[in-house]
T-cell receptor, first 111, second 114 residues
Framework: GESVGLHLPTLSVQEGDNSIINCAYS??????FIWYKQESGKGPQFIID?????DKRQGQRVTVLLNKTVKHLSLQIAATQPGDSAVYFC??????????FGTGTRLQVFP | DVKVTQSSRYLVKRTGEKVFLECVQD?????MFWYRQDPGLGLRLIYF???????EKGDIPEGYSVSREKKERFSLILESASTNQTSMYLC?????????????FGQGTRLTVV
């Protein structure tokens, strides 16, 4: 099976509840942030992004919040579904030519 | 839809073998990247390329090399595979040189070196 989820912080939520996944980023110069979802056995998939001139951005069932003061990023998933079970990564671009990824949070959805 | 395709899902190689991991993208992206992913360490950048025949070292280039002879193809080479290179390898591509656009990932290659 997929071992990428071992040793990760885990968030367990009940189906239908809202989920909040948090990420602390490292570089105050970062101006672009992305959330990725990685399901078992697959590569990361883009969920939503936000630029540093915004505090909030909404997608379909997902919202990303950016707090530049404390260098904190969060992903909110509304009405969490079993298909949302995955490892979620935040990534930041510190105004260079590459992304820096967090280590990830595993989201487990139970009925 | 952007497609990033890695040539193998699973590979098993012997210590000392030369290993090639291939990646192809179909969206004419400038940038391509190779990461490895290990439990508890997240994604670590090995090498990236922002143009044909151009390459830049990432955070952990030791023991690896890359080749980008065509824009759509980016190869990762393990010159002499070692057991500590057992990992999940992920290829990605993106449009913008400054990475201010999302990166699209392949499905990953799980390499085991025995």
């Amino acid at each position: 099976g997929e071992s990428v989820g071992l040793h990760l912080p885990t968030l367990s939520v009940q189906e239908g509840d809202n989920s909040i996944i948090n990420c602390a980023y490292s570089n105050s110069a970062s101006d672009y942030f992305i959330w990725y979802k990685q399901e078992s056995g697959k590569g990361p998939q883009f969920i939503i992004d936000i630029r540093s001139n915004m505090d909030k951005r909404q997608g379909q069932r997902v919202t990303v919040l950016l707090n530049k003061t404390v260098k904190h990023l969060s992903l909110q998933i509304a009405a969490t579904q079993p298909g949302d079970s995955a490892v979620y990564f935040c990534a930041e671009n510190p105004n260079t030519d590459k992304l820096i990824f967090g280590t990830g949070t595993r989201l487990q959805v139970f009925p | 839809d952007v497609k990033v395709t890695q040539s193998s899902r699973y590979l098993v190689k012997r210590t000392g073998e030369k290993v090639f991991l291939e990646c192809v993208q179909d969206m004419d992206h400038e940038n391509m990247f190779w990461y490895r992913q290990d439990p508890g360490l997240g994604l670590r950048l090995i090498y990236f390329s922002y143009d044909v025949k151009m390459k830049e070292k990432g955070d952990i280039p030791e023991g690896y090399s890359v080749s980008r002879e065509k824009k759509e193809r980016f190869s990762l080479i393990l010159e002499s595979a070692s057991t500590n290179q057992t990992s999940m390898y992920l290829c990605a591509s993106s449009l913008s040189y400054l990475m201010n656009t999302e990166a699209f990932f392949g499905q990953g290659t799980r390499l085991t070196v025995v």
